[in-house]
């Protein structure tokens, strides 16, 4: 089997936003589909992993697109394990279309955890150390890893939002998708109409669930460049729990 | 060509709640998406109709299901015309596995606009009244057909939420399926754990935008019944006007 998964989608309608492009939301979300099914054809996915109470946890996610697919249009999600060691593996993504003209690239880096403690778990405890078999460490990947998204007090308090049953996944916490809307929510249509995405960065910290208030306090830290805290309030000790962070980079357009 | 489009799909990982079962508001994205490749395969599609100055309106949707496929179970959304009118047509959906076990089915009725005018037009003047050609009456679909949704003044306001840049389609509008997702996350986790969405129903009256806020007021109309209606403030007059209109019928389950 080719160390490389291949995945073709097709943008539909309702993922697609204003401008007849995929929301960036959806595209992680098959990004995320793809590293499912490219490990569980070859043998680490989250179906096997369950019965031996491991479970993938995503870390971080770095996506960088020169363009979005539109509408109905056909891409192919690359992705394959760049590295791996004790605790974390680096995944890799590459977006592109039939004829291999390439829409970006994505970069993700998973941990491993024992489902039961929620304790980070040794990848090569699985299988002998079979993730080694898998790794391609020669396929480029131009763009830049998740770095720590750094960020002062003058971060501001632009929005709070409740989370409710439909951000909610399988595991009981927010989905990972979800946290990627609402933070693109954050800004509006008119600016979108004259911005497109350059680059999204996240890096989960803490679980949320159900009922729990998301505040967002957002940074400024260059031109078309911001920085999202999503923050908790702790149930039990009341305190602000770090969520994730994120980092947007936009790009000026002139929609033509 | 078969009247009667089939298209599999499969319950996405993070298109199933914390059951495991897909979402309702996912389930109604592929229905849309089916009903979209049907009509597109048969010349009466939306990118023809784009063409052409038309478009097809979803007036009112009901699903009705004694099971939700579960995650990465593969499933099939068949969809046919059942009847056409002038201003209206029929169109219907039956969801099953591959071995024909039936999950559900749905019910749908489309409007076709004119794009510049926003009004009705006459579906029978497309291509000689071709949409004959493709109806099936006799097939099943064994569920009711949406109704009008009574209300009284005893509705209570149980919710008002914001419209953000995700909520927001191709059209400029807020996404059909967004509407589903925001009334089915009126009931929490707690809630879903004791009981199934055994009918959905919604009716769409007007359109809402980027921007708009609103206002979900709800009413238990029978045990497990409730009905909700979503308004919208007039941004011109500032009336309240109603948006759609909802009523869910839940079965209580027990988890085991």
Same mark, same amino acid.
């Given at each position: ?15 697609? =936003? ?17 590293? !499912? ?34 509408? @109905? ?25 039939? $004829? ?31 993730? !080694?078999?898998?790794?391609?460490? =020669?396929?480029?990947?131009?763009? $830049? ?33 979800? @946290?990627?809307?609402?933070?693109? =929510? ?47 309030? !702790? ?22």
């Amino acid at each position: 089997m080719d160390k490389i998964g291949k995945y073709e989608f097709m943008a539909e309608p309702f993922h697609c =936003d204003f401008s007849g492009h995929m929301f960036l939301g959806h595209l992680g979300n098959q990004m995320l589909n793809a590293a !499912d099914f490219h490990s569980t054809d070859r043998g680490f996915g989250m179906k096997y992993l369950m019965n031996i109470k491991r479970s993938w946890v995503l870390s971080r996610l770095a996506i960088e697109m020169m363009e979005m697919p539109s509408q @109905y249009e056909r891409y192919i999600v690359e992705t394959w394990v760049e590295s791996a060691m004790k605790f974390f593996t680096q995944r890799n993504f590459c977006v592109l279309d039939n $004829e291999g003209q390439v829409y970006g690239y994505g970069r993700s880096v998973w941990a491993m955890i024992d489902t039961e403690t929620r304790q980070p778990t040794d990848i090569y405890s699985i299988d002998n150390g079979a993730i !080694d078999k898998w790794i391609v460490a =020669d396929k480029p990947c131009p763009i $830049e890893k998740g770095g720590r998204v750094k960020m002062t007090d003058k971060a501001q308090l632009v929005r709070t939002i409740e989370l409710y049953y439909n951000d909610i996944d399988i595991n009981g916490h927010v989905n990972s998708v979800k @946290y990627i809307e609402h933070v693109l =929510d954050l800004w509006n249509i008119a600016w979108y109409r004259t911005h497109r995405i350059k680059r999204f960065e996240i890096a989960y910290v803490a679980e949320a669930h159900q009922g729990d208030k998301l505040c967002f306090y957002m940074e400024q830290t260059a031109e078309n460049e911001y920085c999202v805290r999503l923050v908790k309030t !702790d149930r039990q000790s009341q305190a602000e729990v770090e969520v994730c962070r994120s980092k947007v980079s936009f790009e000026a357009i002139s929609l033509t």
